[in-house]
Nanobody
């Protein structure tokens, strides 16, 4: 079992920044990567970014590339998600999740463990 806890969400004006954190505990050696997904009201949950735990390879959705940065601290078992130049369209509940294999890293059904989510609201 892996437990994931997100934090860092909040309300910010367009153009502002937020940093989300995802703290992992439990059998952290059982997963290969951590991903971030988001779900806006009335929309399906979508992939945003992911990072492989050992090597640190990163993956981004086109909509956030160049604005958001994912990183990890292996000592603290924490993944960070720095979000800059935020837009109202980035408003959503953000979830972190852990996946055992990376070949489907952009597919949410491949992920085994999920956090409870944190709300990000970007006002115009």
């Amino acid at each position: 079992q892996v437990q994931l806890v997100e934090s860092g969400g909040g309300v910010v004006q367009a153009g502002g920044s937020l940093r989300l954190s995802c703290a992992a505990s439990g059998r952290t050696s059982s997963y290969e990567a951590i991903g971030w997904f988001r779900q806006a009201p009335g929309k399906e949950r979508e992939f945003v970014a992911a990072i492989t735990w050992n090597i640190g390879l990163t993956y981004y959705a086109d909509s956030v590339k160049g604005r958001f940065t994912i990183s990890r601290d292996k000592v603290k078992n924490t993944v960070y998600f720095q979000m800059n130049s935020l837009k109202p369209d980035d408003t959503a509940v953000y979830y972190c999740a852990a996946v055992r294999a990376t070949y489907n890293i952009r597919i949410q059904s491949a992920y085994d463990y999920w956090g409870q989510g944190t709300q990000v609201t970007v006002s115009s």
